[in-house]
């Protein structure tokens, strides 16, 4: 089975920095895509970052150059770290997972989220 379980949320001043991280297992992370979501209150959910089986990332434009997605295969662990946070960045985030990139659909397993807080 499946599982995505995510840590490393918090509440820190704008500017600063934090970095989550998704221990991944019932799977081999390095054949899967994997990627965080987030969604803030009030707000749909939005992709930010994804890494393909293949190392290739890509991140949605409001955090490129801030945000760096990574993966430790051999720890099975997705990590994002997060630097120069903005209030806009408040938000739960997700984990989320597929044998497949996804694009225009919804990746097939998800993490239970962590909440991230930036004051101003």
């Known amino acids: 089975q499946v599982q995505l379980v995510e840590s490393g949320g918090g509440s820190v001043q704008a500017g600063g920095s934090l970095t989550l991280s998704c221990v991944a297992s019932g799977y081999i992370a390095s054949r899967y895509c994997m990627g965080w979501f987030r969604q803030a209150p009030g707000r749909e959910r939005e992709g930010v970052a994804r890494i393909a089986s293949d190392q290739s990332t890509s991140y949605t434009n409001s955090v490129k150059g801030r945000f760096t997605i990574s993966k430790d295969n051999a720890k099975n662990t997705l990590y994002l770290h997060m630097n120069s946070l903005k209030p806009e960045d408040t938000a739960m985030y997700y984990c989320?997972?597929?044998?497949?990139?996804?694009?225009?659909?919804?990746?097939?397993?998800w993490g239970q989220g962590t909440q991230v807080t930036v004051s101003s």
């Open positions: 989320a997972a597929d044998p497949l990139p996804w694009v225009n659909r919804t990746p097939r397993y």
